[in-house]
C-alpha cells in the first residue's frame, strides 16, 4: 500500500491525477467546491462562487435541483441498475421518446451512452454501420474540422481537430480522416454579435475535400455547430447550411456534435433548430441530465436506423454499445431535467436574456489586451492578446483572479469562456462582467 507522509497539508490531493489539468500547478493553489445551489458554489472555505460555466457547460439549470435529486433517489432504491444488453426497462423507451420529441427532423431513433466522449464515438461506428448496411463498405473516410472537439476517445480526437489533444497519440489516430479549415477570423469578425458576418466560404473548402478523396469513400463530416473547447468559435453566418448542401449533395452524412449546445445553451433545444440546419446525427451529453449523473445520448434520423435494421431479425444489427447505456438512475435524472426545462421554459429564457447578455459582454471590449469578444445564446468568449510571457498566461492569470473574487470562469489558453446557467438573471451578468473587468484591468 502506497504511503503518505500525513504532515503534507496536500497529501490528500495526490492520489488524483486530475483530467486536462496541470497537476503539480493546482495541487500547490488548489480550488476545491465543497457545495452548490442555484446559480452558486460554494468553496472549501465557505466562499460563495458564482457559476458563470454551468460547472462545464453542463448544469444548465443551475445545480442542487431539488426534483432531479429526488427523482434519483426514487429511483436507485427502486432499480439501482438493469442490463439494456438483451434486456430493458421502462426508463430510458420514455426518454428517448422525450428525445425524440425535441430533436430536429426525423432524429427520432436514441442511441444511450454515458459521455460525450463516447456518443462522439458512438455516431461514427452509427454513420460506418449505415454505410456498410447500405452496401457503401467502402465509404470510410470521415471529415472533421480544425479546433473541432469531440470528447477523448481515439475516434474522437482524430475526427477533432484540437492539437494538444491529438499529438500525443499522433500514431495511433484513425487513418481515413481529412479537416476542414476552423471558421476563427478575427481580422474580419472580431467583436461580432452573435454569429459573424463574413467566414461563409469556409464550408466550400469541403468541395475540395470531397473531389481530393471522392464522395464514393466519405461516410460522414463531424463537427460542432460551435466550438466550445476550441475557443467558443461560432459558425459564420450561412455555414452550417452550406455544408448541409454540399453533404447532400454527395450523399455524406452530416453529424452535429451538440455536447455543449444542446438543451438550450443557444436558445433552442438545439443549435440545429436555432440555426435551421437539420442532420443525420446529433450527439448530445452534459445537460441532458443538467450534470447530476453522467449520460449521453446520440439521436440518428429515421432513415440511418431503418437501413441498420435489414439484417435478419434475430441477428444483433450494431454491435456496439456500453454496460451503462440507458441506466435507469441516469435516465431518471435526465427526465426530471427534461420536466425543469420544460416547466421553467429555460430554452426560452436563453433566448430572452441573449440580448442584455451580449451587451454585457461587450462592455468589455475596449480594455487593454482584449482582442475579440463573442457571444450567441448564453455562450461568451473574451480573447486576449498573449502576454510578453507566452500564451496562456494571461487568461490563466485572468480566471484564478476571477476565482480569487467569487466568479467561476473558463480559461481555454488566452480565451476566458462563459456559459452560465439558464437561470441567470441580470444581476449575476453585472457580478460576472464586473469581476471579469476588475481581473482584466489588474492581468499583466
Not at 337 to 342: E, K
Not at 400 to 414: E, I, K, M, P, W
Request: hydrophobic content about 40%; charged content about 20%; aromatic content about 8%.
Amino acid at each position: 500500500m502506497a504511503e503518505q507522509n500525513p504532515n503534507n497539508a496536500h497529501a490528500q490531493l495526490e492520489n488524483f491525477w486530475m483530467p486536462f489539468t496541470a497537476n503539480r500547478q493546482f495541487k500547490s493553489t488548489p480550488r476545491l467546491l465543497a457545495k452548490a445551489e442555484g446559480m452558486y458554489y460554494t468553496d472549501v472555505d465557505g466562499n460563495s462562487v458564482l457559476d458563470g460555466t454551468a460547472g462545464l457547460w453542463c448544469c444548465n439549470a443551475g445545480h442542487s435541483r431539488r426534483e432531479i435529486s429526488e427523482a434519483v433517489s426514487r429511483q436507485i432504491s427502486e432499480l439501482d441498475y438493469a442490463p439494456t444488453f438483451q434486456m430493458g426497462h421502462p426508463l430510458p423507451y420514455e426518454l428517448a421518446q422525450r428525445l425524440a420529441a425535441l430533436s430536429p427532423g426525423d432524429l427520432n431513433r436514441v442511441f444511450f451512452t454515458n459521455s460525450g466522449s463516447e456518443s462522439g464515438d458512438t455516431a461514427l461506428k452509427i454513420a460506418l454501420a449505415y454505410q456498410r448496411a447500405r452496401g457503401q463498405a467502402n465509404r470510410t473516410l470521415f471529415i472533421g474540422r480544425e479546433l473541432g472537439y469531440h470528447g477523448t476517445g481515439f475516434g474522437g480526437i482524430s475526427v477533432g481537430g484540437m492539437v494538444n489533444n491529438r499529438k500525443a497519440f499522433s500514431n495511433q489516430l484513425l487513418p481515413g480522416v481529412a479537416h476542414l479549415p476552423h471558421t476563427l477570423d478575427i481580422e474580419r469578425n472580431a467583436f461580432s454579435r452573435g454569429l459573424p458576418e463574413h467566414g461563409i466560404e469556409k464550408a466550400d473548402a469541403l468541395e475540395q475535400l470531397i473531389a481530393l478523396h471522392g464522395a464514393e469513400n466519405i461516410a460522414a463530416v463531424m463537427v460542432e455547430p460551435m466550438s466550445g473547447s476550441g475557443g467558443v468559435v461560432l459558425p459564420p453566418v450561412g455555414y452550417l447550411k452550406r455544408l448541409r448542401e454540399i453533404t447532400t449533395k454527395h450523399d455524406i452524412l452530416l453529424i452535429f456534435d451538440e455536447v455543449i449546445t444542446g438543451f438550450g445553451r443557444v436558445g433552442d433545444a438545439f443549435a440545429a433548430q436555432r440555426w435551421d440546419v437539420t442532420p443525420d446525427i446529433i450527439t448530445t451529453a452534459k445537460a441532458l441530465t443538467n450534470g447530476a449523473i453522467p449520460m449521453g445520448a446520440v439521436l440518428v434520423s429515421e432513415k440511418i436506423y431503418q437501413t441498420c435494421m435489414q439484417a435478419p431479425e434475430d441477428t444483433i444489427e450494431l454491435f456496439h454499445g456500453y454496460t451503462y447505456s440507458g441506466h435507469p438512475v441516469a435516465a431518471a435524472a435526465a427526465l426530471a431535467t427534461l420536466d425543469i426545462y420544460r416547466d421553467e421554459k429555460l430554452f426560452e429564457r436563453s433566448r430572452h436574456m441573449e440580448a442584455e447578455w451580449e451587451s454585457a459582454l461587450h462592455s468589455l471590449a475596449g480594455l487593454d489586451h482584449v482582442i475579440d469578444v463573442r457571444n450567441t445564446g448564453l455562450i461568451g468568449c473574451v480573447q486576449f492578446a498573449p502576454s510578453a510571457q507566452g500564451a496562456g498566461k494571461r487568461g490563466y492569470e485572468v480566471f484564478t483572479q476571477c476565482f480569487q473574487d467569487g466568479v467561476l470562469v473558463r480559461a481555454s489558453g488566452d480565451i476566458i469562456a462563459l456559459s452560465p446557467p439558464l437561470i441567470l438573471e441580470s444581476k449575476h451578468i453585472d457580478q460576472i462582467v464586473t469581476t471579469l473587468e476588475k481581473a482584466i484591468k489588474s492581468a499583466s
